[in-house]
């Protein structure tokens, strides 16, 4: 073992789910809060989360608990809640931080009220806590049953990013090390509306072409976005933003694209939603990522149409007008 031997997860959705059996699999005690109390005991009982990640046996190392306090001796803490609800969750869980232990942030979205990424909050709300994020291609149920992953871990503290790779890093589920936080939040960030965009366009029978041409004018929305930010490109174009805007954008599997592929079916936002305990960031996420790129002064018009549709400013069929109306332009502007 090389540190960090007990790990901590907050939030018992598929993905804090996942998260946990990979930690597990490394032969580490893991503590997984769920905000649901019958979660905690379905994972205790019966080594399932059928609620959230149904069809994955769970490790005998994993521990669930409804309460906070159980993480207090923990050696690190993933917070893996929804993006909206992270602040709220992280109040609640700053009490029983203990003292040095790494946070790493494992969501993907921009919290709405406040325009703020998860560092910032996460900054606002344990002021004394080193943040680390996870971000990339990896579909929790992928990681739940060991099939090959490999994520972004990027940690400012070289030396507690590093060891964090060593430690949650197995032959299948595979971190690299980067030290650019705000790369790494932008990119899951906006895949996620992206993905929303490319659902609409499988939905609607645009075809392939319109799909490959939404994941090149997306990655350039995405990277202007986070170069603005004070993101390095090359982080961009990593597996936190390139691999996962790939994945993400082509596979229904996704919440987001499937999402778009009803909305571009001519389903209603909230008929979707209602259908799903599950959550689909890019929703609440668009139009923050909207109002970031006005005070960036970057143009990011498929996030703009995207949230135009979801907050129900524009039809999807005039969304699509509109984007195609747009004036021909230099590639590289
Ligand atoms: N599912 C996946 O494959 C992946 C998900 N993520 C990210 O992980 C984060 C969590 O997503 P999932 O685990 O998929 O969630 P999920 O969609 O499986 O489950 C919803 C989660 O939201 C929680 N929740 C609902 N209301 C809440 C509230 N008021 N306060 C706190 N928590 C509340 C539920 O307890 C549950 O844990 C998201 O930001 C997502 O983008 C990242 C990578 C992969
Ligand atoms: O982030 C993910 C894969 O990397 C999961 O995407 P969805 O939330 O769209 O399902």
Redesign the pocket.
């Known amino acids: 073992m090389n540190g960090f031997d007990h790990i901590g997860v907050v939030?018992?959705?598929?993905?804090?789910?996942?998260l946990a059996q990979a930690a597990a699999k490394t032969g580490r005690r893991v503590t997984l809060w769920?905000?649901?109390s019958e979660?905690a005991e379905a994972i205790n009982t019966a080594r399932e989360n059928t609620?959230?990640?149904p069809g994955a046996r769970l490790d005998a190392a994993i521990q669930a608990t409804p309460h906070l306090v159980e993480l207090a001796e923990c050696d690190v803490a993933l917070v893996?809640?929804?993006?909206?609800?992270?602040r709220?969750?992280l109040g609640d869980l700053a009490p029983h931080l203990r003292e040095g232990a790494p946070v790493v942030l494992?969501?993907?979205?921009i919290e709405q009220a406040t325009l703020k990424l998860m560092t910032e909050v996460l900054a606002e709300v344990c002021p004394r806590t080193r943040a680390a994020v996870l971000?990339?291609p990896?579909?929790?149920?992928?990681?739940a049953k060991g099939l090959p992953t490999a994520?972004t871990l990027a940690c400012a503290d070289e030396r507690a990013g590093r060891a964090l790779m060593h430690a949650l890093g197995s032959a299948s589920f595979r971190p690299y090390y980067a030290d650019d936080l705000i790369g790494a939040e932008i990119g899951?960030a906006v895949k996620?509306v992206l993905a929303i965009a490319a659902g609409v366009v499988e939905g609607r029978g645009l075809g392939r072409s319109a799909h490959a041409a939404l994941i090149a004018r997306g990655f350039a929305e995405l990277t202007r976005l986070g170069v603005a930010m004070g993101a390095k490109r090359e982080t961009l174009a990593g597996l936190c933003g390139l691999g996962?805007l790939v994945l993400t954008c082509s596979s229904p599997q996704?919440?987001?694209m499937s999402c778009g592929i009803a909305l571009g079916r001519g389903e209603a936002l909230a008929d979707i939603l209602a259908a799903?305990?599950?959550?689909?960031?890019g929703v609440a996420t668009a139009p923050a990522v909207v109002a970031l790129a006005e005070r960036h002064g970057v143009e990011m018009p498929i996030c703009e149409s995207v949230s135009r549709v979801v907050s129900g400013d524009a039809h999807v069929d005039a969304a699509i007008e509109e984007l195609l109306a747009r004036p021909f332009r230099d590639e590289h502007a």
């Open positions: 939030g018992a959705g598929a993905w804090g789910t996942a769920a905000r649901e979660v609620a959230f990640l893996v809640t929804p993006a909206q609800h992270t709220a969750v494992c969501s993907k979205g971000s990339g990896s579909f929790a149920i992928d990681v994520v899951g996620n996962d996704s919440r987001n799903r305990n599950s959550v689909t960031e």
